[in-house]
């Protein structure tokens, strides 16, 4: 499994709070109710979108297939990492 | 169709009628009310959760009578038009609207209006401004409407008359204006006539034309010694020339005409285009005839004195009464501005004043008199919460008009119609209510789709959208529309365009907001990635130079130097954006999250079909259409989604356990192919060479996958016969209970009951047995009583609604791929755009020509940008999001049939009246 479990917990604690703690701080007013929904469907959304990607790309079955001039410039210009 | 119109009364009204078998007109008064509230059921209340009157449903509206005596009515309708809260039935819908009862006062009040526009148009034409008030004056009394329309009356009769005396007195101006270039004229053409005349006379003294005395003498003898007759006038120009040449003719050669221009100014101050002429002929005959003429050209005639003194006099007397009439004008023209001014000053005031009696004898025409001919009656609809406001509103009229009598407000049972549907909005749902309403009113106290909108429409406009960039466009146009609503206000009611963008302001900055969050998850601003967390990908190997410039590798994912095995922690990579097989993972990716987030909204909508249900009462339907729809789209399609997360999280390349890793890449089976076996029933057949290494995960993903996947599509396609007779039977086998129970009671009352008493085992296998299974085309109707429909019909329905569900789960599912296609044209677009035209510039080598050339294309990228990118794909983009909402979202559980409360409201009323004033004002001349 690919996943490394920091930027999950991380991403998936902001659309938490979004979603689902900031709908029960809100004021009484009129339009609570309806600013609890929409804040709990784009917390749900956001996140599901966010976790998609980031599913679909943990596991890659292919690798990017890059020109020789673009690989060099990624060895040159982009800090891999200490393997 | 048949509906559940019969239960989908209000049943908040139940605790009132039940026990009272009277259906209509029971009156009770409105005290009793209070308990409405309390007597709703726990369903209600769970379902209005964040407070009462919420978006969630359209709001409880109560039928009322409303009975007013005769001289309050008109105050208590004033303060009910402020208000805005009621809305009126037409009491007397066969009469026409010439014979209604407040005719008269109509008419009235169109009168005042026309004087009003009359005084506007002259306003308008003299550019007075027109003073717009700050408040918003009352209805007046009707007594007041009397002294408006004298004061009006007098106003306008002051008006017209000045403005025909101006015209009259500038018509005498020009007369004038004209006999004095005459006489000037004249004295020009004598004086050049008596030279020649005393030339031909032979005295040559009398070429001193100083001494006009003598000259005068001389040809006044010459002149009668000839017995010349003139004729002096004014023509114009362009005739003069055919005016000659006819005198010419008639009188045989026998007239001698001198002309000239006039180059003074005339009194509207262009320069006139008018000659004067002066005929000398002989003979009386000539004169009659050259009268003729003159009268056929429009030539006005002046008399023109011979005698130069004469002349001279007359030409003192005209320039007198020019200045006198200089003069006048001034003072006409004065008293006309200030009358004017008057005018101007009070007109919207006014306007205001007269629209609303107008309004409310409108309003009142609408009433029904009562026996006693001393109370207006009426009949209306108003929101439930807001019957306490209506109460006051009501007392204050009464007060105000000094009336003894209260008004009653009555709460009187609807039996077959359809409340309107009223959602309480403001500037911010108002925009997602319309987009809804566009489609179809909610049918009342329906589940109202407009609140999840607020979310999801902006969301999949996003997904469809996605770009940073153009995000921002979009994001700054809805800031700036917000920011300036009050200034942009005006400009909006004028234009259509820009009118519909303003009213969508909202809905364009949350487009703004999303589309910039899916921008970064797509990585993907003005074309281009951005690099801020450090890519997962990496090229370890050596190079070997001279780098052979065309070649392509592909980065190894097994490879633990190539990529990380951990993904780019927010959204794409941006090691894609220049490969070459970037569409092809893209592709995959987006069509999956394209089937994911449909199949999420599609479900969504069927559990808000369930809460439609509950509204109803409808509990049968739960486990008659309710169940078997969600469990259909679950297992057949929700599996698909397992699959492809169970493929992306289980299979991994791995280059160190290559040969012994069963979930290897190699081994990823093909989720369309394993899909269509679902399907077919087909056993896959397993591929020899990767048998070895993937032991069976090639084509199944885990064990036991087939006889789940048989499972699943038996028992889905099981579902189908339940959508289709289970409701039917029902309903046939409730019938039948209430024939053998022999009650002649309400409809509705039955079917509360019905849920939870549903008729024993034996009786229903009798009935199924007697009953047909495939009895759409058996006569077996049980039409008695009045508006029950017949099986077939039933079944018809049904079968359209099942046959509708299932196939359309298919197609649904398919249309939700327009989200992966229209963010591929998006992503593609502008990628060309990019690369085609502001690439040039940035890859010209020498400075001093790309940096102009950057310049100038930069103007033609970023037009083409906003122009293409931005609005049309924008627009685009709109145009599927809503269409998704309407097709694949609603469906699944909206009626639409509702109608939409249109209450009795002043400002909805001058607004229209003012919109049809300058289209008036603009039509005639």
Redesign the interface.
């Known amino acids: 499994?690919?996943?490394?479990w920091l930027?999950i917990i991380f991403?998936s604690l902001i659309w938490f709070v979004v979603g689902g703690i900031i709908p029960f701080m809100i004021p009484?007013n009129?339009?609570?109710?309806?600013l609890?929904?929409?804040l709990m469907?784009?917390g749900a959304?956001?996140w599901?979108?966010?976790l998609?990607?980031?599913?679909?790309?943990?596991?890659?079955?292919?690798?990017?297939?890059?020109?020789?001039?673009?690989?060099?410039a990624?060895?040159q210009y982009?800090?891999?990492?200490d393997? | 169709m048949m509906s559940d119109a019969g239960s989908s009364s209000d049943h908040e009204l139940q605790p009132l009628i039940k026990g009272s078998s009277a259906r209509n007109g029971s009156a009770q008064t409105i005290n009793n009310r209070s308990y409405s509230s309390s007597g709703q059921s726990c369903f209600s209340n769970m379902c209005?959760?964040?407070?009462n009157?919420?978006?969630?449903r359209s709001e409880p509206m109560s039928r009322c009578q409303l009975i007013l005596q005769s001289e309050a009515a008109y105050n208590c309708i004033a303060e009910l038009g402020e208000l805005g809260l009621v809305q009126f039935v037409d009491l007397n819908p066969e009469v026409s609207s010439f014979q209604r009862k407040f005719v008269s006062e109509v008419k009235r009040c169109e009168e005042m209006e026309r004087k009003m526009r009359y005084i506007q148009k002259e306003a308008m034409r003299d550019e007075l401004p027109i003073h717009e008030p700050d408040e918003n004056p009352p209805a007046p009394a009707p007594r007041e409407m009397t002294e408006l329309e004298t004061s009006l009356s007098h106003l306008e009769k002051d008006l017209s008359d000045v403005t025909t005396n101006y015209v009259a007195l500038k018509k005498n101006q020009q007369d004038l204006l004209e006999m004095k270039n005459l006489l000037s004229k004249a004295d020009a053409f004598l004086s050049e006539s008596s030279l020649q005349i005393a030339d031909s006379a032979g005295d040559e003294e009398t070429r001193n034309t100083d001494d006009a005395q003598l000259i005068d003498v001389r040809t006044d003898e010459g002149f009668s010694s000839m017995k010349f007759n003139i004729t002096a006038g004014v023509i114009e120009r362009s005739k003069m020339n055919s005016f000659e040449r006819i005198l010419w003719r008639v009188s045989k050669g026998n007239v001698f005409v001198r002309f000239s221009d006039i180059e003074d100014e005339s009194a509207h101050g262009a320069l006139l285009d008018k000659s004067v002429f002066m005929i000398f002929y002989q003979g009386e005959a000539l004169k009659a005839r050259v009268k003729k003429i003159c009268e056929g050209y429009h030539a006005v005639v002046y008399p023109c004195p011979e005698k130069a003194s004469e002349r001279r006099e007359m030409k003192y007397g005209v320039n007198t009464r020019l200045e006198d009439m200089k003069t006048v004008l001034n003072e006409t023209e004065i008293h006309r501005r200030r009358l004017l001014e008057t005018g101007a000053r009070n007109l919207r005031l006014w306007f205001t004043k007269i629209r609303k009696i107008k309004a409310i004898y409108h309003c009142l025409n609408l009433f029904s008199f009562d026996v006693t001919q001393k109370a207006l009656v009426a009949e209306c609809w108003m929101p439930e919460h807001d019957i306490q406001v209506i109460q006051e509103a009501l007392q204050r009229g009464a007060d105000a008009s000094g009336s003894t009598i209260p008004p009653i407000l009555n709460s009187v049972a609807y039996v077959d119609e359809m409340p309107p549907t009223f959602n309480?909005l403001?500037k911010?749902?108002s925009g997602f209510q319309s987009l809804v309403d566009a489609y179809g009113v909610n049918s009342y106290r329906e589940v109202n789709p407009a609140?999840?909108t607020?979310?999801?429409f902006p969301?999949l406009f996003a997904?469809m959208f996605g770009d940073v960039g153009h995000g921002l466009i979009v994001l700054l146009a809805g800031i700036w529309m917000v920011m300036q609503e009050n200034k942009l206000e005006k400009t909006a009611e004028k234009s259509e365009i820009f009118g519909i963008f303003f009213g969508g302001r909202y809905i364009i900055l949350l487009m703004g907001l999303f589309s910039i969050?899916?921008g970064f998850?797509y990585n993907d601003i003005f074309s281009k990635s951005m690099?801020i967390f450090?890519?997962h990908?990496?090229?370890?190997e050596t190079?070997q130079f001279p780098?052979?410039?065309?070649?392509?590798?592909?980065?190894?994912?097994g490879n633990?130097?190539?990529?990380?095995?951990?993904?780019?922690?927010?959204?794409?990579?941006p090691?894609?954006q220049?490969?070459?097989?970037?569409i092809?993972?893209l592709n995959?990716?987006k069509m999956?999250?394209s089937l994911?987030?449909g199949l999420?909204h599609m479900v969504f909508g069927i559990t808000l079909s369930l809460w439609n249900k509950v509204i109803k009462r409808s509990y049968a339907d739960i486990f008659l259409e309710f169940i078997p729809q969600l469990y259909f789209i679950v297992a057949i399609f929700c599996y698909l989604i397992f699959m492809i997360?169970f493929k992306?999280?289980?299979?991994?390349?791995d280059n160190a356990t290559q040969d012994t890793n069963v979930w290897s890449?190699h081994c990823?089976p093909n989720l369309l192919i394993t899909f269509i076996n679902m399907m077919l029933f087909k056993a896959a057949d397993p591929d020899p060479k990767l048998v070895a290494i993937c032991q069976g995960k090639e084509t199944y993903m885990y064990g036991g996958q087939y006889y789940i996947q048989v499972f699943l599509v038996i028992s889905g396609v099981l579902m189908v016969p339940i959508m289709l007779f289970g409701k039917p039977i029902h309903t046939i086998m409730g019938r039948r209970a209430r024939r053998r129970n022999y009650e002649p009671m309400a409809d509705n009352l039955l079917d509360a009951e019905e849920g939870p008493a549903r008729d024993g085992d034996t009786d229903a296998s009798v009935e199924i047995r007697n009953g047909q299974p495939g009895g759409r085309s058996a006569p077996v109707s049980s039409g008695h009583g009045g508006g029950e429909d017949s099986f077939s019909e039933i079944m018809i329905y049904q079968g359209i609604h099942t046959i509708e569900y299932v196939l359309g789960s298919v197609s649904h599912t398919a249309s939700y791929l327009r989200l992966w296609a229209l963010s591929l044209a998006h992503s593609q677009l502008s990628e060309v755009l990019w690369s085609m035209v502001m690439n040039i510039p940035l890859s010209t080598s020498n400075p001093f020509v790309a940096v102009p050339m950057l310049y100038v294309i930069f103007s033609f990228w970023a037009v083409c940008s906003v122009g293409i990118l931005v609005v049309m794909e924008g627009l685009s983009a709109f145009l599927h999001t809503l269409r998704l909402h309407w097709v694949e979202f609603q469906s699944k559980f909206y009626k639409g049939e509702g109608v939409l409360f249109v209450p009795f409201h002043f400002t909805g009323y001058l607004k229209e009246a003012e919109a049809a004033d300058l289209e008036v004002i603009k039509g005639t001349p």
Not at chain 1, 30 to 34: A, C, K, L, S, Y
Not at chain 2, 48 to 51: P, R
Request: hydrophobic share 45%.
């Open positions: 499994m690919g996943a490394s930027p991403f009484k009129p339009n609570r109710g309806v609890q929904v929409v469907l784009t959304s956001c599901l979108f966010w998609c990607c980031y599913m679909a790309q943990m596991n890659p079955l292919i690798g990017p297939i890059l020109p020789q001039k673009t690989l060099f990624i060895h982009w800090n891999g990492w393997d | 209005s959760f964040g407070g009157a919420v978006l969630f309480r403001n911010y749902t609140v999840y607020i979310a999801t969301f997904v969050y899916t998850i690099n450090g890519s990908w990496n090229y370890n190079f780098l052979k410039m065309e070649d392509s590798l592909m980065l190894d994912p633990r130097g190539q990529y990380q095995f951990t993904p780019y922690v927010f959204g794409v990579d090691a894609w220049s490969a070459t097989n970037k092809t993972f995959g990716y999956k999250i994911i987030f999420i997360m992306w999280v289980s299979y991994y390349a890449e990823a």
